[in-house]
């Protein structure tokens, strides 16, 4: 699904999503700034309503993250926690993705090379 498109025709934020070991993993391609905001919150909260409280997101797509989006994952991952689901980050690269090291988040967010490492954390397996 796309999302959001640059000038030129050429999408600025593909997200797609599939069920791995019975969790949703959401596939993130492109950027997640001001301009894709609005519209990577509604998929989250729509994915989240459909699919359940446990997510992993893939952000190894991602060319750039800004501060707004690293906020909308924050707040994705306390929402999942709540309603006892489990949240994983997988793919983040520190140089598309800056933000969450800058702002200490980092080492607070349940980061994982893969989905296999992110399915065991979660007592689960592809």
Same mark, same amino acid.
């Given at each position: 699904?796309?999302?959001?498109?640059? *000038?030129?025709?050429?999408?600025?934020?593909?997200?797609?999503?599939? &069920? !791995?070991? *019975?969790?949703? !993993?959401?596939?993130?391609?492109?950027?997640?700034?001001?301009?894709?905001?609005?519209?990577?919150?509604?998929?989250?909260?729509?994915?989240? &309503?459909?699919?359940?409280?446990?997510?992993?997101?893939?952000?190894?797509?991602?060319?750039?993250?800004?501060?707004?989006?690293? *906020?909308?994952? !924050?707040?994705?991952?306390? !929402?999942?926690?709540?309603?006892?689901?489990?949240?994983?980050?997988? *793919?983040?690269?520190?140089?598309?993705?800056?933000?969450?090291?800058?702002?200490?988040?980092?080492?607070?967010?349940?980061?994982?090379?893969?989905?296999?490492?992110?399915?065991?954390?979660?007592?689960?397996?592809?």
């Amino acid at each position: 699904m796309t999302v959001s498109e640059n *000038g030129d025709g050429s999408a600025a934020l593909t997200l797609e999503s599939a &069920a !791995v070991g *019975g969790v949703n !993993v959401i596939r993130v391609t492109g950027l997640l700034d001001a301009t894709t905001r609005d519209q990577f919150a509604d998929y989250l909260a729509a994915e989240a &309503a459909e699919h359940g409280a446990d997510m992993v997101l893939d952000l190894s797509g991602v060319t750039f993250m800004d501060s707004r989006a690293l *906020g909308l994952i !924050v707040h994705q991952w306390q !929402v999942s926690t709540a309603e006892g689901g489990r949240f994983a980050l997988i *793919g983040v690269e520190y140089a598309k993705t800056r933000v969450m090291w800058i702002t200490g988040l980092a080492q607070r967010l349940p980061l994982y090379d893969t989905i296999d490492d992110a399915l065991a954390a979660f007592g689960r397996s592809a």
